[in-house]
Every structure is written in structure tokens, then in C-alpha cells.
């Protein structure tokens, strides 16, 4: 493998892996107050439909944008009200949302475009397009530096470069913030938090509302900088992959980074490498394709038992009279 085809992968797994963090770093708000939230993959499917539905309607790929984090925000409303106002089951609200949006997108967009459940292809101003940053061209021939700066750091969508800045600053509001100080005590000693004044409700719906958006994003990412429009199911298990990224990470940001790229290698050798041959044998290509997933399960296998979730997760608050 030369030089040229790292740089390919690498830039491949960067882009595979932007959602997937994206959706890493809303879990992670949610979970850390104590809200667990199996719901991503619902909340990223509405937002890629209706990012992709208005930026076709509008031309608009910011307008776009704007629609799949207010549906995202809607359905993270509705499982803060089953969760923290009506204290039901939190995994169970989550999967209900996975199956609404399954089934809504696809209705929707059936009725709205006549296209088979798909939106129709976005060209132009409806999609993002890659950035170059400064000094990439003039600094492209130069060994080793220049292809790493040209083909890898730049030409990615504002996107990518949002999702990886998200990573020092959730970090910079979980750890040197009273905003994140109160809401990792949220998810650890609600009781605590409630005794010394500040609302456990309020801090939880804020997290739930913080997931809602990052979900947004993602949703957006996958329909109008990663692919040119919405098709069904389109999430293909994004939101599982990044579930199972947070608990490989114990719930810290940095170690999220490392997890996401790591499922979004396996993506990125997925695609490119096919049909492999190993001894005369060669590997199917659905083989490659289950990488992913097959690391998900072994991580839900062997780290569940040894990453400690927030204490106070998954449990409905009830503040004592």
C-alpha cells in the first residue's frame, strides 16, 4: 500500500467517521445526565430526511440544515417528555422514536416526492461542498506535508471541521465548566444536585436538547455533504455504531474521537478493499461490509461489564416532598 492510498483511506475515515462522532458526542451529553438515549439512530434518520427534503424545496443547503436540527430537537422533545417528565422507560422511548422515524421518513417523502422514499438529488447551492483551506495548493508539492495537508486535512465540508471541534469543546464544558460539572452530577447524584438548588429537570431537558441538536447535524451531514440526498434507512446503523463508540470511550470525548475513527476505518477498508483473496479464497464482500458491526458486537461483548455508566442513568428523577 504506497503513500497515496493511506491518504486515501485516512481521508475516507475522517469522512465516515464525522457522524458517527457527531452522534458519539450527543449520547454522550444525554447519557451524562442520566438519560440514556438508544434513540440517536431515529433522531439522525429525521434529520437526514427533512435536511434533504427542505435544501431540494429551497436550493438552500443552510435552510436544510436548520429543518434536520429542528426535527431532530422535536423528537429529543418528545423523549424528554416520556423519559423526564413522565418518568417511562428510557430505552423503550428511544426505540420507539428508532421505529417512528423509520417509518415517517419513507411516508413522508413518498407523498412529497413520489420518488420511492427518496428525496431528489441536491446539486449546487442544496449541498455542502468541500473547503480547501489556506495555503493548500501552494503547499501541495511539498514531501510527506503537502499531501497530508492537501488530500487529507483539507477539502472536507464545514461540517467535518465542526464536528472535530466539538471534541476539545465538550470537553472544555463537561471539565472546567459549572455547566458541566452540574450535569455530570446529574447523572451521578441527582438527589446532591436537587439539595443544593439547581433543577435536575432543567439540566436533563438541556441535555436532552444538546443531544437533539448534535444528532441534527449528523442527520444533515449524512443527506447534504456525505451523500446528494435522503434514501431509506439511510442511517444503516449509524446510531448503534456510535452507542457502542460511548460505552467503548466511558463516556469521555477524546477517547470518543478515537473510537469513532476507529469504526470509521473499518467503513473506510470496507469500501475500498472488496473481494479480498486470502489463500485461493476469496472473502465476500458482505464480509467486509459487516466489519463494522462485528466490532460493535464484540465491543458490547467485552466492554458492557467494564465501563461503568453514570450511576443515576436510565433512573426517572423524583424529587422527594
Known sequence: MDFA??????????RLATPLLLACLAGLFSERSGIFDI??????????????????????????LLAGIASSMALAGIHGLASITFRG?????????????AGLTVVIAQ?????????????????????????AETLRDVPVFGPIY?????????????????????WWVLYRSRFGLRLRAVGDA???????????????????????????????????????GFVKDMTAGRGYIALAALIFSKWRPWYALSATLLFGL??????????????????PVQVMDALPYILTVVILAGFVGRAIPPRAGGSPYVKEQ
Not at 434513540?39 to 436544510?64: D, H, N, P, Q, R
Not at 473499518?266 to 472473502?283: C, H, K, P, S, T
Open 89 to 101: 422507560n428510557q430505552l423503550i422511548s428511544g426505540v420507539a422514536i428508532n421505529f417512528l422515524a
Open 5 to 14: 492510498t493511506v491518504l486515501q483511506v485516512l481521508d475516507s475515515t475522517v
Open 190 to 228: 441527582p438527589e446532591a444536585v436537587d439539595t443544593a438548588g439547581v433543577s435536575v429537570i432543567r439540566m436533563r431537558f438541556t441535555a436532552v436538547a444538546i443531544c437533539g441538536v448534535l444528532c441534527g447535524v449528523a442527520g444533515a451531514y449524512l443527506a447534504t455533504a456525505l451523500q446528494a
Open 266 to 283: 473499518l467503513q473506510a477498508v470496507a469500501l475500498r478493499y472488496q473481494n479480498i483473496e486470502m489463500g485461493g479464497f476469496v472473502l
Open 150 to 170: 492537501h488530500d487529507l486535512i483539507s477539502g472536507h465540508t464545514i461540517l467535518v471541521y465542526v464536528a472535530f471541534a466539538m471534541v476539545p469543546l465538550t
Open 111 to 135: 407523498d412529497w416526492f413520489q420518488q420511492g422514499g427518496r428525496t431528489p438529488s441536491l446539486l449546487g447551492g442544496a449541498r455542502f461542498g468541500p473547503l480547501t483551506l489556506p495555503f
Open 39 to 64: 434513540g440517536l439512530e431515529g433522531k439522525m434518520l429525521f434529520a437526514a430526511f427533512f435536511s434533504a427534503a427542505i435544501a431540494a424545496v429551497t436550493g438552500s443547503v443552510w435552510l436544510g
